[in-house]
């Protein structure tokens, strides 16, 4: 009994991509990094930030003068800058955040109720900090301010 011709065509596929398989591995035996020292692995970035197998042109270093530095003492419960203030543009007491816009400015900080002094309602003159969060800036210690 014969083949049929889709019986051919899949064998012929087989062994097609049996070859293939085996080019394959008889590249990666030939094209190895094994035994290769770590000079010939290594690859550098130039000046202009291209790839190169040289290394870069060597610098010329700079002493730094110690007497040239100047010490700055911190001190752990240094007061903090000026507060600054705003009007809440927005406060979700559901969700507890909210936002403060910026008096002088066109900026926006975010704010949460665990940060709050005490509680704050929209349109509310307010005092805060300025705290970098992993999210940006953030306000904290937002205390209402009383207009008369």
């Not at 899949?10 to 085996?22: L, M, S, T, V, Y």
Request: aromatic share 6%.
């Amino acid at each position: 009994m014969s083949d049929s011709f889709s019986k051919k065509a899949n064998q012929n596929k087989r062994a097609k991509a049996k070859e293939d398989k085996a080019a394959k591995m008889r590249d990666r035996k030939l094209n190895n990094n094994k035994g290769k020292g770590l000079e010939d692995m290594l690859a550098y970035i130039d000046e202009n930030g291209n790839l190169s197998s040289k290394p870069p042109k060597e610098t010329t270093e700079f002493e730094i003068d110690a007497s040239d530095m100047t010490v700055k003492e911190i001190t752990p419960n240094a007061p903090k800058d000026t507060a600054n203030t705003g009007i809440v543009s927005f406060y979700n007491s559901a969700k507890g955040f909210g936002f403060i816009s910026v008096k002088g400015s066109s900026d926006r900080i975010f704010f949460h109720n665990r940060n709050l002094l005490q509680p704050v309602q929209e349109n509310d003159h307010v005092t805060f900090e300025v705290e970098r969060t992993a999210r940006g800036n953030s306000a904290v210690d937002v205390k209402k301010v009383s207009r008369s």
